[in-house]
């Protein structure tokens, strides 16, 4: 079926960068028409917001940037034009005033992503935006046309600007399944192959120790890896490690798996305490506690940090029992985990790769596909849980439909 009108502005895709793109199209008098393969909107924004929805951060705005890493420059345009402070004005906008947590990280009051949703929809409808669900994107027709499979059977509806915001590849089951790389390709758009990011990592655990500990926290640590470190947490699971922590070396890490097959992840168990000090507190008799007590009250150490030091002399060869206090204290903060393998993408928080920025003009458009915009994870950049993510994807939805209204000769008014 193909629909007659010509709408200003078709936004695919209907998370966090596709509506902010459909919002700034809008607010710039733009008839805008939202489309999404799913039955309802933000799937993974909703997930997103289920444990307190981190929504961006507090530091300085070139710290921020910073996070980007190779991408900070080119994704630096659409920050500034729409940074952090920004970002949560327009929440509280929405009546849902956020606030800045120990860790600088920015949470709305609510601490839930549902409430600040449906004040966004409520107002999108009211700018007149329309929403069409269950509309799964299939690429263009000969005549431009963009092509959607439907409840109702195949669409081609003709827009004189397209917004692509559909994701990456990760929780595909939410709606953002990398469909998009074939079809762009074919078109002859540069894409970085897409990769896990804030992802866990797969380790040979003997089977003893995986039974044991899977689930196991391990709390206040230090994890490094090609010289960077970070403070934080883990989770040992049935097939490797995950965690906050990891995933900040994530990116590093990935990457050396990728050219080498695997790496090694150095994990102190009690950073706070040097050398000297754990020495003097494994030089005290032991009597007749076991070894794990002895550890646990000694050294501080929690039931898996104990397993994993055990796992980690068994695969040296080594009896941790015999170890002298000084060996067995330099083991305490430099654990050698070997990691074998990456999480799925699928089971990963978010997404590397994507469309190549060298593809784009200034505007967001694709230079290949003009009148053609893409916005999102979906662009070829990553960066670490934190806030960091969302306001990426923020910022450059605002600049796709600047991008729109630029191209329909319209001005913004954000």
Known sequence: MTDASTIDVAVIGAGPAGLMAAEVAAQGGARVTVFDGMSSAARKFLLAGRGGLNLTHSEPLADVLARYGAAQQRLRPAIEAFPPDALRAWAEELGQPTFVGSSGRVFPVAMKASPL??????????????????????????????????FDGPRAIAARATVLALGGASWPKLGSDGGFVDLLAAKGIAIAPLKPANCGFTVDWSELFAEKYQGAPLKNIALSCGGRAIRGEAIVTKTGLEGGAVYALS????????????????????????????????????????????????????????????????????????????????????????????????????TAG??????????????????????????????????YLLTACFATGAAAGRGALAWLGRKSTD
């Open 354 to 387: 994507g469309i190549a920025f060298a593809e784009f003009d200034d505007t967001s458009m694709l230079r290949k596909l003009p009148g053609v915009f893409a916005a999102g994870e979906m662009l070829d950049w990553e960066a670490p849980t934190g806030g």
């Open 117 to 150: 949703l449906r004040a966004w929809l409520r107002r999108l409808d009211a700018q007149g935006v329309q929403l069409k669900l269950r509309h799964r994107w299939t690429g263009w027709d000969d005549h431009g046309r963009l092509l959607f499979d439907t």
């Open 251 to 350: 990116a590093g890490l990935r990457d050396a798996i990728l050219a080498d097959g695997e790496a090694t992840l150095m994990i102190a168990l009690r950073p706070d305490l040097s050398a000297d000090e754990l020495t003097s507190r494994l030089t005290k008799p032991k009597g007749k506690q076991s070894l794990s007590t002895f550890l646990r009250k000694a050294a501080g150490l929690p039931p898996a940090g104990i397993g994993l030091l055990q796992e980690a002399a068994h695969r040296q060869g080594l009896s941790l029992a015999s170890l002298p206090p000084a060996e067995c204290a330099a083991l305490i903060n430099a654990v050698p985990v070997r990691l074998t393998g990456i999480a799925p993408i699928a089971r990963a928080i978010s």
